[in-house]
Nanobody, 128 residues
Framework: QVQLIESGGGLVQAGGSLRLSCIPS????????MGWFRQPPGKEREFVAG????????YYADSVKGRFTISRDNAKRTVYLQMGSLKPEDTAVYYC?????????????????????WGQGTQVTVSS
């Protein structure tokens, strides 16, 4: 059974930083892309960032470019989302997801259909 456990969420003031972590289990890690999505209150789930299986390519939503960084540590089987210069509009439940196809060189990150498994989410609240 594949599970993804997110951690690192919390309450932070605007301008602050947080680092989210996600550890998948139940399948190989290093051969799948990983992504982060978020769902703000009352809104649809949206793409935040993605990283391909090798870690050589990263993708970001325009709203977070220059503020967020996605990375992966294959030895630790962990993907991270470093979030900086946080804004109240970043408030959301953040979800980690793992790619559908191994060694996927067509991966572009933002399509939910590129992902096979999702975590339960971690709440990030940014106060003004």
């Amino acid at each position: 059974q594949v599970q993804l456990i997110e951690s690192g969420g919390g309450l932070v003031q605007a301008g602050g930083s947080l680092r989210l972590s996600c550890i998948p289990s139940g399948r190989a890690f290093a051969i799948y892309a990983m992504g982060w999505f978020r769902q703000p209150p009352g809104k649809e789930r949206e793409f935040v960032a993605g990283i391909n299986w090798s870690g050589g390519k990263t993708y970001y939503a325009d709203s977070v470019k220059g503020r967020f960084t996605i990375s992966r540590d294959n030895a630790k089987r962990t993907v991270y989302l470093q979030m900086g210069s946080l804004k109240p509009e970043d408030t959301a439940v953040y979800y980690c997801a793992t790619g559908r196809r191994s060694y996927d060189d067509t991966y572009r990150g933002s399509d939910v259909d590129e992902y096979a498994y999702w975590g339960q989410g971690t709440q990030v609240t940014v106060s003004s």
